[in-house]
């Protein structure tokens, strides 16, 4: 946790709660509205994506987020998975089962004990099948607030 400027990222994503159409503007990042024909004076519907690995883990976030996703594999995936990346430093012999896992659990273990509304993701599937399940999690969300 002390290798991320958490404290940047809570700047940035409590920039954007303020204002989520000055903040994308500032960024360079162009927003039109969508006329649709329902109220016209219904609020605008802004999204934000935070990723990252120790995000439920930072409790200066944990009031921000109103959708929680979580993608798990199974040890022996995840240890083939990370034996395929190439690093311009490659990992020293054991590190993943000596430091990496063992911290995978650690943090898994507190954020559980933060008590958010997480959806486990099965990082088995394609990421075809995770998008579309969070897509369709977060339409359903929208549809019954709308």
Same mark, same amino acid.
């Given at each position: 946790?002390?290798?991320?400027?958490?404290?940047?990222?809570?700047?940035?994503?409590?920039g954007?709660?303020?204002?989520p159409?000055k903040?994308a503007?500032?960024?360079?990042?162009?927003?039109?509205?969508?006329?649709d024909?329902?109220?016209p004076h219904?609020? +605008?519907?802004?999204i934000l994506?935070?990723?990252?690995?120790? !995000?439920?883990n930072y *409790?200066?976030?944990?009031?921000? @987020?109103?959708?929680?996703?979580?993608?798990?594999?199974?040890?022996e995936?995840?240890?083939?998975?990370?034996?395929?990346r190439?690093?311009?430093?490659?990992?020293?012999?054991?590190?993943?089962?000596?430091?990496?896992?063992?911290?995978?659990?650690?943090?898994?273990? +507190?954020?559980?004990?933060?008590?958010?509304?997480?959806?486990? !993701?099965?990082?088995? *599937?394609?990421?075809?099948?995770? @998008?579309?399940?969070?897509?369709?999690?977060i339409?359903?969300a929208?549809?019954?607030?709308?």
């Amino acid at each position: 946790m002390t290798s991320l400027d958490m404290d940047a990222m809570v700047n940035t994503v409590k920039g954007w709660i303020e204002n989520p159409v000055k903040f994308a503007r500032s960024h360079g990042v162009t927003v039109s509205a969508i006329q649709d024909g329902s109220d016209p004076h219904q609020s +605008e519907i802004h999204i934000l994506i935070v990723e990252g690995f120790l !995000l439920y883990n930072y *409790k200066p976030l944990l009031d921000v @987020y109103s959708k929680c996703y979580y993608v798990t594999i199974p040890y022996e995936e995840c240890k083939r998975r990370r034996s395929m990346r190439t690093y311009t430093v490659p990992d020293p012999p054991g590190l993943f089962d000596g430091h990496v896992w063992p911290m995978y659990l650690k943090y898994r273990k +507190e954020m559980e004990n933060n008590n958010l509304d997480i959806h486990y !993701l099965d990082g088995m *599937k394609s990421k075809g099948e995770i @998008y579309n399940n969070v897509y369709e999690d977060i339409q359903n969300a929208l549809l019954n607030i709308l």
